[in-house]
């Protein structure tokens, strides 16, 4: 009689468990149903109003206004889809465990009750069961689905118009006309601060490490693993979320996070990736709204022999030498642009470049590595962006290109001065360019893929046919310009004509950017997968895949013949290849 109360209970709480699976369930099905309903009018709405006059400043500020709430609904979406698909593995973990516990500690019935039939009760609740969990499997399988393929919005895919917008937004979003501006802080070093070395060695010891976004600007020579197959050689959580890559300088690892409260810099070590020290920032007289996907800590940070800087968004900026020690701290105008300030600084030997595109206002700086101070500032008008510069190099003086959601342009490095300006830009300009052989190239969906002169300006070469990518930037390989997109494909193009030449297609796209080193091309997606990649004129060519199971949006470092990744659930990773 005991057995048969306990053996009720627990045919009791699995029917209840069953009916709140099959109700959850329902429930995220009609949600999904609801939300991207919502979500496909506001697409159709930001498309319509794509189509106006992007050249009106107000219609310009009202589809960044647009895009912005369109993004916040989204991650708001899929923040609960995620919460009720936990809540659906929970469930369907109690009732395996109900139904386990039940059959393995309770013994058959040996009588019936009056008026009961144990195939009846059996037959009823195994089928309850089965509806149940069909009804789970149909619901993870929907949604997991739908997550997969939408797992990040990718807006102004396929724009071909050319916008003149000026960048201005409403007044919702700048800082009251009281309230100023706080004076650069500047921090003296020490007077045992090494001087940085000339451009061209600075440059050529960089090759040997991974010293800023996308490693070295001269072509990296730190060594391929030895094959690709890996496993862990040590796993680190970071305290603080950001999506900026690692750096890496003679065995230290340099990375940012940030919240509303603080932001970090962190050094861990290569061998062991236990920190070695952090360097925080708290100071920001304001914190700017930023989406889920920018964060307040995209931007890479920069290193070299003596010294990491970093850039936040912010505006807070710190420069510490590898020992931890603070050399100097700056803040920049409040950073104020929809999603969050993104561009990555680029380092030049004794300057740090340094592109400030904002709403109102869009600036280049450089910056004395000793000591912070403004070496040159340049305003443009150029419409905000989220790109970061590059530079040709050449008889050891740098051309800066910058890229803009309205002109493209380029910078003497030493003095600040513009050698020339195509208004060629349109969309919202993310990525960044690419360099060689005194050819700057670009590619950003909606603005423009072609090649420039970088003496001149003159435009080489322009695609207007192929889709481009909108976040990961592009890569130079062989004689390829190769396009990585948020929507999966990759695209090959002829660097000395721009003609598309293969078309390949993944699961899932990239927002990583790729880097090509050693004959091959490292790419990461948003499935997790770790690629190793070659092409020919004819194809892309997968070599080899490791899955990370985690998605990944920052670019691999590479160091002593090991990957160093940073995961989208904000762990630090080092792989090293298997005997």
Not at 115 to 143: F, K, Q
Not at 309 to 315: D, E, H, L, P, R
Not at 373 to 396: F, H, I, M
Request: with cysteine; charged share 20%; net charge neutral.
């Amino acid at each position: 009689m005991k057995n048969h109360a306990m053996r009720s209970t627990f045919r009791f709480l699995q029917r209840v468990v069953v009916i709140f699976l099959i109700c959850l369930g329902l429930h995220m099905l009609h949600d999904a149903v609801r939300s991207d309903q919502v979500l496909t009018a506001g697409h159709e709405q930001l498309e319509l109003l794509k189509q106006q006059d992007m050249s009106n400043p107000k219609l310009a500020a009202l589809a960044r206004e647009m895009d912005f709430i369109y993004r916040s609904t989204y991650f708001q979406t899929h923040d609960k889809r995620r919460f009720g698909l936990r809540l659906l593995g929970v469930g369907l973990l109690a009732l395996c465990i109900l139904l386990g516990a039940e059959r393995f500690f309770l013994p058959p019935e040996l009588a019936v009750p009056k008026g009961s039939s144990p195939e009846r009760d059996s037959g009823g609740l195994i089928a309850t069961t089965i509806c149940g969990v069909v009804g789970l499997l149909v619901v993870l399988i929907v949604l997991s689905n739908n997550v997969h393929k939408s797992s990040l919005p990718t807006l102004f895919t396929n724009d071909k118009y050319q916008s003149k917008e000026d960048g201005s937004l409403s007044s919702a979003t700048q800082p009251p006309a009281s309230v100023a501006q706080p004076p650069a802080t500047v921090t003296q070093p020490p007077a045992s601060v090494a001087q940085p070395p000339a451009l061209a060695d600075a440059l050529e010891a960089e090759t040997r490490q991974w010293p800023q976004f996308r490693g070295s600007l001269l072509p990296n020579r730190n060594a391929l693993p030895a094959n690709w197959r890996f496993r862990e050689k040590w796993k680190t959580a970071i305290a603080s979320p950001g999506f900026n890559s690692p750096v890496v300088w003679d065995g230290k690892i340099f990375l940012t996070g940030a919240d509303e409260k603080a932001r970090t810099l962190y050094c861990y070590d290569v061998q062991t990736g236990k920190e070695k020290w952090r360097v925080v920032c708290d100071t920001a007289p304001r914190i700017p709204k930023a989406s889920e996907d920018t964060g307040l800590a995209p931007p890479t940070v920069c290193a070299d022999a003596e010294r990491v800087y970093a850039i936040f968004g912010t505006g807070e900026m710190v420069c510490c030498s590898h020992a931890g020690e603070t050399v100097w701290r700056k803040q920049l105008p409040f950073p104020d642009i929809n999603y969050g300030y993104a561009s990555s600084p680029l380092l030049l030997g004794d300057r740090l470049i340094v592109q400030y595109d904002l709403n109102e206002v869009q600036t280049l700086y450089a910056f004395n590595v000793l000591n912070g101070e403004t070496l040159w500032e340049k305003k443009r008008d150029a419409a905000p962006s989220w790109s970061s510069p590059v530079a040709w190099v050449a008889n050891g003086k740098a051309i800066v290109f910058t890229a803009g959601c309205k002109t493209a342009e380029a910078y003497n490095a030493q003095t600040g001065e513009s050698l020339w300006r195509q208004e060629c830009m349109g969309g919202e300009v993310a990525t960044s360019g690419s360099v060689r052989d005194g050819i700057f190239y670009f590619s950003n969906t909606g603005a423009f893929t072609g090649a420039f002169s970088a003496t001149d300006g003159k435009i080489l070469f322009k695609n207007e046919d192929t889709p481009a990518p909108d976040v990961a930037s592009a890569v130079l390989y062989n004689d390829l310009y190769i396009l990585f997109t948020s929507g999966g494909s990759v695209l090959g193009i002829d660097a000395k004509d721009g003609k598309e030449l293969f078309e390949e297609n993944f699961d899932n796209g990239f927002y990583a950017s790729p880097v090509a080193v050693g004959g091959k091309i490292i790419a990461a997606n948003l499935d997790g997968d770790l690629l190793l990649l070659s092409a020919t004129r004819e194809k892309l060519i997968v070599e080899a895949k490791y899955s990370m199971k985690t998605k990944l949006f920052a670019v691999p470092a590479l160091s002593g013949g090991n990957v160093i990744v940073r995961t989208g659930a904000n762990d630090l990773i080092c792989l090293e290849a298997e005997p």
